[in-house]
């Protein structure tokens, strides 16, 4: 029982350790932890693309080229030709660096002692604002400006419940803007905390054995094994996470690219 | 209190991820050629609810 009366000061500890700290500079002018990762895995992501298009030919070999091209692939098929539809196209190159950005990002944040990118509320409002400004060009420059302010609402609502639909929509429209950024920043922030608490639990439980070795403790401490399985069973789940939000990312902007430039019907 | 609220909040979200995931996979036993199609919808669905979940998760933490 003694454990568990640690508990909440160590999670607290941990909630802490996740808000932005300076590690250079302070916090005006400076890097936190996360604005530091977020700078390496563009390092990252720049060295694999190069490396790819370095080691490219026109019959691909290898693990490395081959798994870069299919997750290129994937973004082509998948998000760009089956959401946007005909111009996928034009719009293929920015979803492609959502994609990559955010994957790399979270990736990087799943290795122990490293920092996701995406993990920081400001980094995931700063790419949601960039993909909304981006299909609200796009939607002006199909309709134009009055143009596309009319095509928020649907056309064939007759007069009185027009305005109120128009009103409706266009507050989703601004809600577009903090679901993107919050979803990723809870996913990362949540799952972060939740492999957080579960290491912090088998730690705390297998103290004791680790202090003093007796029979005692060494009961003690079973539920230490429990609590790893679980940790690496979110751990993969996490992997899974890392991948599909870059992915719903993606989808999402996309589907709001194609809202946007659809025709009024 | 706030965990409790948590939990109570979260029955909504289970339930709605829980919705799509049946939605997806009767969809796909009907008509097995649509599985890429209604894979990609149902990930969106769970995306939306999902974002529910974390968002209580994250203000449980925070008050």
């Not at chain 1, 700290?21 to 390092?43: D, E, K, M, R």
């Not at chain 1, 070999?61 to 082509?76: A, R």
Request: glycine fraction near 10%.
């Amino acid at each position: 029982m003694d454990a568990f009366a640690k508990l909440p000061d160590a999670i607290a500890e941990l909630v802490a350790e996740f808000s932005s700290t300076p590690v250079v500079g302070n916090l005006n002018v400076g890097l936190t932890q996360y604005s530091l990762w977020l700078l390496i895995a563009g390092v990252v992501l720049l060295a694999v693309i190069f490396a790819f298009v370095k080691k490219q030919s026109l019959a691909p070999k290898g693990f490395f080229v081959n798994g870069v091209e299919w997750v290129i692939e994937y973004v082509e098929d998948d998000i760009a030709k089956g959401v946007v539809g005909s111009n996928w196209r034009q719009h293929f190159p920015f979803l492609a660096t959502l994609f990559f950005f955010i994957l790399i990002n979270n990736f990087i944040g799943l290795v122990p002692g490293m920092k996701p990118g995406t993990g920081a509320i400001g980094c995931t409002a700063a790419v949601a604002l960039v993909s909304f400004i981006y299909f609200l060009y796009f939607g002006v420059k199909k309709h134009g400006l009055f143009g596309y302010l009319k095509s928020l609402a649907p056309a064939g609502v007759s007069f009185p419940m027009n305005i109120f639909v128009w009103v409706i929509e266009v507050f989703s429209l601004l809600l577009r803007l903090v679901t993107l950024a919050v979803r990723l920043f809870c996913n990362m922030f949540a799952g972060h905390i939740v492999m957080g608490s579960f290491a912090i639990m088998a730690s705390i439980f297998a103290q004791p054995l680790l202090a003093h070795f007796s029979a005692m403790n060494a009961v003690g401490a079973l539920p230490s094994v429990a609590w790893v399985l679980i940790l690496l069973i979110i751990y993969a789940v996490e992997l899974i996470v890392a991948f599909v939000q870059a992915y719903v990312f993606t989808v999402l902007s996309a589907v709001y690219i194609q809202i946007a430039e659809a025709d009024a019907h | 209190m706030g965990v409790i609220g948590y939990g109570l909040g979260v029955i909504g979200a289970g339930l709605a991820i829980g919705l799509a995931a049946f939605g997806a996979t009767s969809a796909m036993a009907r008509q097995p050629e649509v599985q890429g199609r209604a894979f990609t919808v149902f990930i969106l669905a769970s995306a939306f609810t999902e974002a529910l979940g974390l968002i209580g998760f994250v203000v449980t933490l925070i008050s």
